[in-house]
């Protein structure tokens, strides 16, 4: 099959000129401007994907990972309470 169904979940927040070609992006996900998700990316739940990231084909980000870079790799570890920032921070993007 030359075609997959692309799943997102709730409360993710994507920024400007990003190009999404992920197979699953998980809730509670920010991904800054500028960024390519490769092929078939998925993005466990709360992580965060820096601006002018490149995620290659097939990469899998684990939760609370913070990647960055071109290729884009882990850079870091997002607190536990970043799903709470983030759904906060979605629900206040959706009211403007």
């Given at each position: ?70 290729p884009a790799r882990i850079v870091g570890e997002l607190p536990e309470s970043a ?14």
């Amino acid at each position: 099959c030359q075609w997959s169904k692309m799943v997102v979940g709730s409360y993710v927040i994507c920024g400007r000129d990003c190009v999404i070609e992920s197979l699953c992006i998980g809730s509670f996900v920010r991904i800054g401007d500028g960024c390519v998700l490769g092929k078939h990316t998925v993005l466990k739940d709360c992580c965060l994907v820096c601006p002018g990231a490149v995620l290659p084909p097939y990469m899998v980000v684990p939760p609370f990972a913070i990647v960055e870079g071109a290729p884009a790799r882990i850079v870091g570890e997002l607190p536990e309470s970043a799903n709470s920032e983030y759904k906060l921070l979605a629900e206040r993007i959706c009211k403007n």
